[in-house]
């Protein structure tokens, strides 16, 4: 991937789950302020969904890595960058998620 990828932002975790669109996110209900999960599939296409905590226009203070997120369903950012990690069924990846579109680093 080198150009822009359209994240899309599903509100159903099942369809999410069930679609596994390339690059697609389902975030957990969350209030301003609080913590939330935030699922997604490797922007690379390998099909490998993740979880990362964020906090809704904050840094929450967790154990291991969090990220900052601006709290738009429709076009969220996260900082900082997202490292999916080498393994058996990635390549690895790292880029930002920014005004809704993952961009490779």
């Known amino acids: 991937m080198t150009e822009p990828l359209r994240a899309t932002v599903l509100t159903d975790r099942q369809e999410h789950r069930r679609r596994a669109d390339c690059g697609s996110i389902w975030i957990a209900p969350c209030e301003e302020g609080e913590e939330a999960a935030l699922w997604f599939v490797c ?9 990362i905590t964020v ?3 904050h ?8 990220w900052t997120w601006n709290g738009s369903r429709s076009e969220p ?10 393994n058996e069924t990635c390549a690895g990846w790292h880029g930002w998620l920014r005004d809704g579109y ?4």
Do not use: D, F, I, Y
Not at 59 to 65: I, L, R, V
Not at 102 to 105: D, K, T, Y
């Open 43 to 51: 922007p690379c296409g390998c099909g490998q969904v993740s979880r």
């Open 55 to 57: 906090g809704h226009r």
């Open 59 to 66: 840094k929450p203070k967790a154990h291991g890595a969090t």
């Open 77 to 86: 950012t996260l900082h900082p960058s997202v490292n999916v990690h080498r």
């Open 102 to 105: 993952w961009e490779v680093a």
